[in-house]
């Protein structure tokens, strides 16, 4: 009866491997089911695309107008807005009491160059009475050090004659360069204090300066495009008010001196032509630079692309479709794609649909 029961044990442990192994080859293991995926072909590109940052209109000049003298608006000699030359009237200042002291300043000048010629002759008299040995050396002395005195009298007079003169002259305030002047921020009859109250401001209009910042490790790449005769030619640098693009393109005026060891950046002035007045200063732009893609640059779909600790990576199906992880060097995004510089080639197949769950030796099965 024992022998029955050792034959019964056996002959049902053979069934059971056999039934493990004819589910997976292994005895309690099952190979899990392949997963369903979209994949799409990595192909080359000689794409053309545009990096992007964000930027603000200035003027080249732009200065704002403060009276050197105190007093009231007598006088504004332009319309708002409008255009203005070098050397115009733009507004005149109260100048009666500057005029009133320069006037006196002059006669003031007047009685001490009298003064002068009268203390000169008595100098020049008293010395040749000197060497005739006919008025004694004190008298002299005393010539000569009140003609020393009346010269400097004279001087200080002729200072305070061009200073005054200075006032009165900085009642009437000029634009000090052609361009466009702003809203008057006074009116006739009103007060303003020397070197405190703004008048207005006065800025040129074409071309303007459009500034940003880029990081240093773009630094050559931009000097480059600065010594490149061909960049307005080839429309470089553009600008751009949400889709509307500005039809003249700029180029480099001038790179800062210096990059700013906080942030690593540098700033960059881009001059762009204004002839019908488009652009303001003050206006918030964004600055397109144009740019190829690099040499065996490849493309693919940004939904293929991983992301973990700042690494980039993409499932490329390999044989026995069998997906691998790969890491990835990404470039400049064209639209719902991106440049791949280094990490595949073309004709590589990259999981698009099904990212989420694949890991490094998953089996798949294509379905477009």
Known sequence: MKHFQNIFFIFGVSLLLYSCAGKG??????????VPVTVATV????????????????????????????????GIYFKDGQ????????????AQIYQANYQQAVANLQVQEANLVKAQKDADRYNELEKQDAIAKQQVD??????????????????????????????????PFSGTIGISQVKKGTVVVAGQT????????NPVAVDFTIDQKSIYHFTQLQQDKKVINDSVFTIAFGDDVYPVPGSISVMDRAVDPQTGTIKVRLTFPNEKGMLKPGMNTTVRVRNAAPANATII??????????????FVVGDSAVVHQQKVILGAGIGDSVIISEGVKPGDRVVVKGVQNMHDGTKVVITQ
């Open 25 to 34: 080859g292994q005895p309690g293991q099952s190979l899990p089911p392949a």
């Open 43 to 74: 192909t080359p590109t000689q794409a053309t695309y545009f990096e992007t940052f964000p930027a603000t209109i200035n003027a080249l000049d732009q200065i704002n107008l403060t009276s050197q003298v105190s007093g009231y608006v007598t």
């Open 83 to 94: 255009q203005v030359k070098k050397g115009q009237l733009l507004y005149s200042i109260d």
């Open 142 to 175: 005393y010539a000569n050090a009140a003609l020393e005195a009346t010269k400097k009298q004279v001087a200080a007079a002729k200072a305070s004659v061009s200073s005054l003169g200075a006032s009165v002259s900085f009642t009437r305030i000029y634009a």
């Open 198 to 205: 703004i008048l207005n401001t006065v800025s040129t209009d």
């Open 301 to 314: 779909p940004h939904i293929a692309i991983s992301e973990q600790l700042g690494e980039f990576t993409v």
